[in-house]
Each structure stands twice: as C-alpha cells, then as structure tokens.
C-alpha cells in the first residue's frame, strides 16, 4: 500500500504518521501541500495532526482551501481511501469532505490523555483488524475536539452507521465520564457515506509499540494495509 | 560626526536602568556623549539579564568540563556527546517577570525563547520541561496565574509540535509577587552538525529572517533586571507577543538551511534583540557589525532605530551567510512563508554601526559593549546557620495515616495532572516515561538510547542553608534520573534569586553555587548552560532563594528502566540508604506541624554517589523494574505515590526503634530510594548492598488494596487516590 501524508505548514504529527505506517507495512511519503497532484499509485492519503497554519481563523479552515485538497477530493470522489487524523479530521471537515464541526473542548482547555474508544464497525477498510464493540486504548491531543453537527446530520450518522468510534470507558461503556471533550453522542471518529473517508480526533498513531504506550492504534493501520493487499 | 538630537540627562540615564557611574563608565569608553540609540543598546547590553554583571565572578567556579562535554556555558545552549554521532542540546532558561505581567503571553515566549536557543544550535527539539513556582493558594492572583501560565506554556509547545514531557510545579507565600516560569528545552543533532554564533569573514551578508519586527517587547531584559513594585502591572507593553506557527516554520526553514551549507553563524533574536544578537555574533568573531535599519522587516510604520534595535518581537533570528548563498537561502525562506532580508555585513572595524534613513544612529566598539560591561563584587553574607532538629523533640499531632493523607492532597504533592494534561506530552511518540514519574524518559529517534530529563530544587532547603541546599538540588536531579536508569551527564541551571543588592540575597546566591559546584564536581554532572533571574523581588519581599537544576542523563537502551508504580503483588520492598529521620525543613514538618524551621538534611555527596550507583546497576543489569527516590515527604510519601502509580497496596513492617514512628516515615534523609522486588531477587540484592557496605533494609511488601504502615490504620489506595488527585481541580474551579 502506498501512503501519501499530507505536509501544510504547522503539521507537527506528520512524522509519527509516517513512523506507524511503515511499522505495519505501508510506504509512506511526505507531500507538501503546495503540491497540485498526489504521488502516482498513491492508495492512502493521510492529513495528519498538528497545528496547520497556527489553527488561526479557525482549526483547519486554511488548509481545508489549500492546493492540494482538490487532489485529494478527486482521490475520494474515485474512492480513495482518506483518513484524517485530530487536525486532520477538522481540515476533512472544513473541506467538505465529512460533515460536521469540531468545536473547542467543552472545559475550555486542550487535553492530553490516554483515552479509549469504542470500536462502532469492523466491517471498513480502517477497522478490519478490530473486533466490533472492541474498546481500544489511544490517546488524544486537542483544543478543539468536541464534535458538533445539527439534529439531522447526526441522525444520518447514527442511522447509516457512519459513527466510527465512541469515547468510552476501558470496558467499552459509552459514559458520559469518558466524553472529555464534550461531544455529541460520544462522537470520537465519523465515516464518509461511502465509507472510504475517516475523521477522527484521537491518535492511532501514538499507540502502535509497547515501550511507547501500548499496540491498540496498530489495529487501524494494519486494517488498512490487509485490506490493500487483498484488493489488489 | 554623529548626530545627538536628544539630550541625555540624568533622568533619561535612570530610566535605562543605568546607575550613574555606569553612564560615566561608557561616556569614557565611547569619549563624547551617547545618542539615544546608543543609550538604548548599552542599556540592553549592560543590564543584569545580559551581562550577568552581579553573578559573573561567581558563576566562573562552576564545574563546566567533562570529556563528554562539547559546548559548555557562553553559547546559545550547552551541548553534550550522547553516542554513536548524536549530541544532545539543552538549555533552561526563566520568564518571570513578565509571566507575572502577563502570563499566558509570558508563559509562551519563555518556551519560545528556549526552544529557538536550541534550534538555533542546529538542533530539532525533542522534549520540553519546565519548573513552576506560584504564590501562596490562598492568594487571590494565584489561580489566574496558574491557569495563564499553564495555558501558556501548552498553548506554544503544543503547537510548535514538542512533547513537554516534565516538570515541577509548587506554591509558597515568598512568591506572591514574584511568580517562577523557566522553561527547558532539549533537542538532538549530529555531533558534526552543531552552529555557533561567532562570526566569520570580512564582508560576509547578515540575514535577517523571520517574523517582522514591531514595538513589542521594547526593554524587556530591563524589566527583567529590576525589583516590582505597586505600579509593575503598568509594565504589560514590554510583555512580546509568541506566535508559535511562526515559530514552528522558523525552525523547519531554519533546519533546511542549515542542511544547504549556507550557515556561517547563527543567533536568535531573545532577550534585547538585534541588539544582542548582532553584537554577540560580531564580537564572539573578532569583527565589526555594520546594520542598514531601513533593510529590516517591520510590522509597524515609523519604527525609529532605538525602537529596531531594542525590540524584543519574537520567533526572529540573525545569520551570517555564505557570500553568493542569499538566493538559495532566500527561496528556503520564501517556501516557508518566512521574511528574509540582508541587513547587513560584517566588517574589520570592530565597529558596531548602525545606520538608518541615511544617518548613522550608532557607531560603537563592538568588543566592549561585551567585555566592558560592568562587574560587581557586590557584599554578601553569610546565611546564619539554623539549628538542628531533634526528631524526639518533634511531636505529632496527628496519627501518620491521617498525615500521608493530608500531604498527598496538599498543594506542594497532590497530583499536577490538572497542569500536565493541558500539554501535548505524547506527541512525536518516543515518550517512555510520562509525567509524574521521577523522572520523564524519551527515545532517541528510532532508538536504542533514551534521554531522562528532570527539573530540581528545593527552596526551602536552600533558604535554611544555601550551601546544602544548592548540593541537594543538583543531588536530587542526579538522583531522578538514576531511579529510571539514566546515567547523569549534565545540568542546565535556572539561577532564581531576589536582589543582588542587598547582602543577604547575595549571599544565598553565593552560598547556594558553592554547593552546586561542589555536587556537581564530585557527582562528575557538570553545568553546560544556564541563565540567571535576580531582583524576583517587589517592595522589599524577596522570593525563596531557587537555583532549578534541569538534569540530562542517558539510557544506553531506553527498554531497560524503572518507573516508580508497584507492578506485582508479593514483592519485597527495601530501602536503600541510611536512617536517620530528619525532619527539620522537612514538608511533615510545615504542612503537618505548622512548623518552618530548623537546618534542612545534608546531602553526604560520597554517599550519594554511590546508593545511586549501586541501583542504577540493578536497574541496568535487569534486576529491578521499580524504583522511587524519597525525597518531599520522606518513606511514606514515596510509599503512597508507588501503590498509587500501581494501583496495588503494600503493607509496612519494619520499624526501627531509635527513632518515633513519624521521623521514620516522614524524615527527609538524603540519597535514599525505595525499590520493589521478588523476594528470590531480594535475598541477593540485600546481599549486595551489604558486601558494598549499603544500608538496605526490607520495610515490607507489596499487595491488597491498601497501604498499611506500622500500627496505623489501612488507607485504601483508591482513598490516597482520590485525594490525591483532588486538589489541584477543585482549587482552580473555585471548589477548594
């Protein structure tokens, strides 16, 4: 499988991105978002974490509009899988490609904390590897993670089955204890309608070895890479 | 001839920060009287922030070398030798008055400043600390302090993308007026990729890039080397402004750069600007510095050179580049959205010339404006000693259950996770050891080796007796980083005082550098870099003497650590260290009697040295996996945080009966450490430390789900927990 990680100014997790996708088997490269095409062969596009254009107007509203992102609409638009990670998922957001908003934390402050997630579906490219209801232990790092969307987005998300991931307890209990950021229905990580496009606050990618944490975030990556290599 | 439009009188002389015969020392040095441009840059270069005029002559007796050592204190950051071609960069530097001022911009710009001194040396920063002291709780500035500077700090390194990884944060009613922010900063380069400041070559372009200059900041490093007083808040417009995007793209540009081979020299604009950084850079090169003012970006119209050059605008740095390189590294700028402009060139002059709208504002000795600058022997005295403390003489009001739990969730040692979960500690993925442990631990890139990093000292050991206090700090750092694994290479120190004017702050500021000279030498843990804070002072009230050690020591193979939680039932808990149960300056003795008094512990260096060498062998050859040193609170504080960490209880049998129950557990004995393990391991470790002549002792063993010491009740670990954990939410929400 072939990665491209999206480079904008004030990314910061670009490089854990690339560390956790080669370790399950993908090549990953770098692409700066001044770039008007993604990499030939490119399977998987990635809009990682950090602070892309200081998270100034509001987090990831710059970059939402940035050069690259036609290319990456036209990657979704042919099915393509994309997956956007803490600001990555904001600029998903504000770039039309998943609905919804990420407002500030409900207490006001940026919080960094182990977390875990309640695993919605293991039937998408993303989440092969996990079992379905499986609680997953991540982290998350954000200022704005509080997801929000009016009643009938929401309702579209919960009927069509388009919630990925829950905030929850270790057992795998959706509690409103384990909602830290506030957001709707425990909303942690959301599916495109044709399920090819991922947002989530949390970060797989800090969990992917022991001596840092912890494997749970593997599962999601190496999904991606199985899933690859069965469909080509 | 120089123009001189105003007139320098006396007033305008004070209002420098200049005392008359430091006027008078550089109207001679200059021969005629100073424009106001020049008043303004001797004024930035001759105040205590940047000439270390009252400290210099005492900082000289600093243990600075070590074979492993590359760059001691004198450049941006110290740097040491990790292995296998990897320098470790590091520096700790303070913010204080103007976190006081303003402190979530005063927060942040202390991070900036710290992470640009780094990365200026050619290093990507790694891992960020930092060490905090705020006013008594009680205080009604307090939590808007805690809360600005919290936010602060997290608000720039999280964005700037760098784990902070440790720190210290404590309350005392002796920093009511005076708040402590030093920030710390470690970064990693190739030993051969390292950048100096010092200038070289004749006629070579000196690049201004960057964020645009504005009128923010302007006397900042004056601010700095002054006492507060009732009117100190009307100071906010010398408080910058950070603006950590900038910051982050100035360090990939920058970092870029230096890959091109277009970097001769290299310094950041902090403390007093272009000022310093043009002169540092002229004068560490033997050259003269000639500066075009109408060349440097500016963010404001109508900015006059005085303003230019003494702007403290952040995320801006000053290099001298390869001739016939400016394209290149003009395109690397641009990529990165950054100002990039020739301002300059170095000369042969020795001449600091500074020309604005076709005039020449300035035209100095470069050299002097350094060298020259003022050196004060200032008196001191020495702090009276405090007698010892007999722990027969120290009765207990309280049962020792009910005390632990009072101190767990007591401002000074309930949990800082309130403080740490607002920084993006996880990110970059190589933190091994989290907060809140002795100390943090990070991977080096993909590894084997690991960094473990700390920040250290405890003032009220220092205010009781400098000298021992100043051995303690650096012993305790040395300490931390042996109870992970780390072997200790070095210390950066945040030098915290109240005014070197008068005796007895002199004093304590002298007293406590012997005793980090002394600890330093014989623990072979050298000071690479450093910054001093004096005048931490308003209206006469002085703040409690600090000297914070931030220690860097090395993992051969990060895998192999200890970390502080009980990780079984069953184990065996011994001591190792002596027993004597001090409790004089000891927390058990302020927070639980009432009492602040008495000659704190000695730190016994030999003895230190070798407890903490004998456990990082076991640590290190895989026998141990847990370990806490005791320090705050002495045994039981250290028991509690252990089962906490766990989650598993433990049961205290052991009771020496030379001593009362309460010095026992809360005596706050030096070089000392409690480790958990399986009683087979036990029997030999034991063995051991007695063939080394170690004091080890088993007080117990781990297991259930309560601590029980002697004779005392059980306190459930979800008790200790919950009060623990308790604090520090409730006070800053208003519920405490």
């Known amino acids: 499988m072939k990665s491209a990680v999206i480079v904008?100014?004030?990314?910061?997790?670009?490089?854990?991105?690339?560390?956790?996708?080669?370790?399950?088997?993908?090549?990953?490269?770098?692409?700066?978002?001044?770039?008007?095409?993604?990499?030939?062969?490119?399977?998987?596009?990635?809009?990682?974490?950090?602070?892309?254009?200081?998270?100034?107007?509001?987090?990831?509203?710059?970059?939402?509009?940035?050069?690259?992102?036609?290319?990456?609409?036209?990657?979704?638009?042919?099915?393509?899988?994309?997956?956007?990670?803490?600001?990555?998922?904001?600029?998903?957001?504000?770039?039309?490609?998943?609905?919804?908003?990420?407002?500030?934390?409900?207490?006001?402050?940026?919080?960094?904390?182990?977390?875990?997630?309640?695993?919605?579906?293991?039937?998408?490219a993303f989440t092969k590897n996990y079992a379905k209801g499986q609680a997953i232990d991540v982290c998350v790092a954000h200022g704005e993670g509080n997801y929000t969307?009016?009643?009938?987005?929401?309702?579209?998300?919960?009927?069509?089955?388009?919630?990925?991931?829950?905030?929850?307890?270790?057992?795998?209990?959706?509690?409103?204890?384990?909602?830290?950021?506030?957001?709707?229905?425990?909303?942690?990580?959301?599916?495109?309608?044709?399920?090819?496009?991922?947002?989530?606050?949390?970060?797989?990618?800090?969990?992917?070895?022991?001596?840092?944490?912890?494997?749970?975030?593997?599962?999601?990556?190496?999904?991606?890479?199985?899933?690859?290599s069965k469909a080509a | 001839m120089i123009r001189n439009d105003v007139a320098i009188t006396p007033e305008l002389v004070k209002e420098h920060g200049l005392k008359p015969d430091e006027y008078e020392r550089f109207v001679k040095l200059i021969g005629r009287e100073p424009t106001i441009t020049e008043l303004g840059i001797v004024s930035a270069m001759w105040n205590e922030h940047c000439s270390y005029k009252s400290s210099r002559i005492h900082l000289r007796g600093l243990p600075t070398k070590a074979p492993w050592v590359i760059q001691g204190p004198g450049e941006n950051a110290g740097v040491i030798d990790i292995g296998d071609g990897l320098a470790c960069i590091f520096k700790m530097e303070s913010h204080n008055h103007p976190s006081f001022i303003e402190p979530y911009q005063g927060a942040a710009t202390g991070v900036g400043g710290i992470l640009r001194d780094v990365f200026t040396m050619g290093a990507r920063p790694i891992a960020a600390l930092n060490f905090l002291r705020f006013g008594e709780p009680d205080h009604p500035k307090t939590p808007h302090l805690v809360s600005g500077v919290v936010a602060g700090i997290g608000g720039y390194g999280n964005s700037f993308g760098v784990p902070t990884v440790g720190g210290s944060v404590g309350f005392d009613k002796r920093y009511n007026g005076n708040i402590l922010v030093n920030a710390m900063a470690v970064g990693l380069a190739r030993t051969d990729e390292i950048f100096y400041a010092k200038a070289t070559g004749v006629g070579n372009p000196i690049v201004y890039l960057g964020s645009k200059t504005g009128r923010d900041g302007i006397h900042g490093a004056t601010m700095a080397s002054a006492e507060f007083d009732d009117a100190s808040d009307?100071?906010?417009?010398?408080?910058?402004?950070?603006?950590?995007?900038?910051?982050?793209?100035?360090?990939?540009?920058?970092?870029?750069?230096?890959?091109?081979?277009?970097?001769?020299?290299?310094?950041?604009?902090?403390?007093?600007?272009?000022?310093?950084?043009?002169?540092?850079?002229?004068?560490?090169?033997?050259?003269?510095?000639?500066?075009?003012?109408?060349?440097?970006?500016?963010?404001?119209?109508?900015?006059?050179?005085?303003?230019?050059?003494?702007?403290?605008?952040?995320e801006r740095m000053l290099m001298v580049l390869k001739p016939g390189m400016e394209k290149e590294?003009?395109?690397?700028?641009h990529k990165w959205g950054l100002d990039f402009a020739v301002i300059g060139k170095t000369t042969d002059t020795l001449r600091f010339v500074i020309k604005h709208e076709g005039e020449v504002k300035a035209d100095l000795p470069i050299k002097e404006l350094g060298d020259e600058a003022p050196l004060y022997d200032r008196p001191w005295v020495e702090s009276p000693k405090q007698p010892v403390i007999a722990s027969e003489s120290v009765k207990a009001p309280m049962s020792e259950a009910e005390a632990l739990l009072k101190l767990v969730g007591s401002p000074d040692q309930c949990s800082k996770r309130w403080v740490w979960e607002q920084y993006d500690h996880l990110i970059l993925g190589n933190t091994v050891q989290t907060p809140g442990g002795d100390a943090a631990i990070v991977r080096v890139e993909d590894g084997p080796k690991g960094l473990a990093l700390t920040t250290d000292v405890t003032p009220r050991y220092c205010e009781a007796d400098p000298f021992e206090g100043g051995k303690q700090a650096v012993a305790e750092a040395w300490r931390n980083i042996t109870a992970?694994?780390?072997?200790?290479?070095?210390?950066?120190?945040?030098?915290?005082?109240?005014?070197?004017?008068?005796?007895?702050?002199?004093?304590?500021?002298?007293?406590?550098?012997?005793?980090?000279?002394?600890?330093?030498?014989?623990?072979?843990?050298?000071?690479?870099?450093?910054?001093?804070?004096?005048?931490?002072?308003?209206?006469?009230?002085?703040?409690?003497?600090?000297?914070?050690?931030?220690?860097?020591?090395?993992?051969?193979?990060?895998?192999?650590?200890?970390?502080?939680?009980?990780?079984?039932?069953?184990?065996?808990?011994?001591?190792?260290?002596?027993?004597?149960?001090?409790?004089?300056?000891?927390?058990?003795?302020?927070?639980?009697?009432?009492?602040?008094?008495?000659?704190?512990?000695?730190?016994?260096?030999?003895?230190?040295?070798?407890?903490?060498?004998?456990?990082?062998?076991?640590?290190?050859?895989?026998?141990?996996?847990?370990?806490h040193d005791c320090s705050d609170g002495g045994i039981a504080l250290s028991l509690a945080e252990m089962a906490?960490?766990?989650?598993?209880?433990?049961?205290?049998?052991?009771?020496?009966?030379?001593?009362?129950?309460?010095?026992?557990?809360?005596?706050?004995?030096?070089?000392?450490?409690?480790?958990?393990?399986?009683?087979?391991?036990?029997?030999?470790?034991?063995?051991?430390?007695?063939?080394?002549?170690?004091?080890?002792?088993?007080?117990?063993?781990?297991?259930?789900?309560?601590?029980?010491?002697?004779?005392?009740?059980?306190?459930?670990?979800?008790?200790l927990k919950s009060a623990h954990e308790a604090w520090l939410p409730e006070y800053m929400t208003g519920k405490s």
């Not at chain 1, 069509?160 to 909303?187: C, P, W």
């Not at chain 2, 002298?510 to 450093?530: H, M, R």
């Open chain 1, 8 to 124: 904008f100014p004030g990314s910061n997790r670009e490089g854990d991105m690339v560390r956790a996708l080669k370790l399950a088997g993908s090549d990953a490269q770098k692409v700066w978002h001044a770039e008007t095409e993604l990499p030939k062969g490119t399977d998987l596009v990635v809009l990682p974490g950090g602070f892309s254009y200081g998270d100034y107007l509001r987090c990831g509203a710059i970059a939402g509009r940035a050069t690259v992102m036609d290319a990456v609409r036209a990657h979704a638009a042919r099915g393509g899988l994309v997956l956007g990670v803490c600001n990555g998922f904001q600029i998903l957001c504000e770039a039309g490609l998943l609905p919804g908003i990420l407002m500030r934390n409900a207490n006001l402050k940026f919080i960094c904390h182990r977390q875990f997630l309640k695993v919605e579906r293991n039937d998408t």
């Open chain 1, 149 to 228: 969307a009016d009643a009938e987005t929401l309702k579209r998300l919960e009927g069509e089955g388009l919630v990925a991931f829950r905030y929850s307890d270790a057992q795998g209990n959706v509690t409103q204890d384990a909602n830290r950021n506030g957001s709707m229905n425990s909303i942690a990580g959301i599916y495109s309608d044709k399920l090819n496009v991922l947002g989530m606050m949390p970060h797989p990618e800090n969990l992917v070895e022991n001596l840092v944490g912890g494997t749970d975030g593997r599962g999601l990556f190496e999904s991606l890479v199985s899933s690859f």
């Open chain 2, 234 to 314: 009307e100071k906010r417009p010398t408080v910058q402004v950070g603006d950590p995007f900038a910051e982050k793209l100035l360090l990939e540009a920058c970092l870029e750069l230096m890959k091109s081979g277009a970097v001769i020299a290299i310094q950041d604009m902090g403390a007093a600007g272009l000022t310093s950084s043009a002169v540092e850079m002229g004068a560490k090169g033997n050259l003269g510095v000639e500066l075009d003012l109408d060349k440097v970006p500016c963010r404001e119209e109508g900015m006059t050179a005085y303003e230019m050059m003494l702007s403290e605008s952040q």
């Open chain 2, 329 to 333: 590294a003009e395109a690397i700028f």
């Open chain 2, 484 to 627: 992970v694994g780390g072997l200790p290479l070095a210390i950066t120190d945040n030098l915290n005082f109240a005014s070197p004017e008068r005796p007895e702050s002199m004093g304590q500021f002298v007293g406590c550098l012997k005793g980090i000279g002394e600890a330093c030498k014989v623990l072979d843990f050298p000071v690479v870099s450093g910054n001093v804070s004096l005048y931490n002072e308003t209206n006469g009230q002085g703040i409690l003497p600090t000297p914070a050690i931030g220690g860097v020591g090395l993992l051969d193979d990060v895998t192999v650590n200890a970390s502080i939680a009980f990780k079984a039932e069953g184990e065996a808990i011994i001591l190792i260290g002596g027993m004597v149960g001090w409790l004089g300056q000891s927390i058990y003795l302020r927070d639980v009697c009432g009492r602040e008094e008495g000659a704190p512990p000695p730190v016994d260096l030999a003895t230190e040295k070798r407890n903490g060498d004998f456990i990082r062998q076991l640590i290190r050859s895989g026998q141990v996996k847990t370990v």
């Open chain 2, 644 to 719: 906490m960490a766990g989650g598993i209880g433990a049961s205290i049998t052991a009771m020496p009966d030379n001593m009362p129950l309460h010095a026992f557990l809360f005596g706050e004995d030096q070089a000392r450490y409690l480790i958990a393990v399986d009683e087979d391991a036990a029997a030999d470790i034991l063995y051991e430390a007695g063939a080394l002549g170690i004091p080890a002792v088993t007080l117990g063993v781990t297991g259930g789900d309560s601590l029980i010491l002697p004779g005392q009740q059980a306190i459930s670990v979800k008790q």
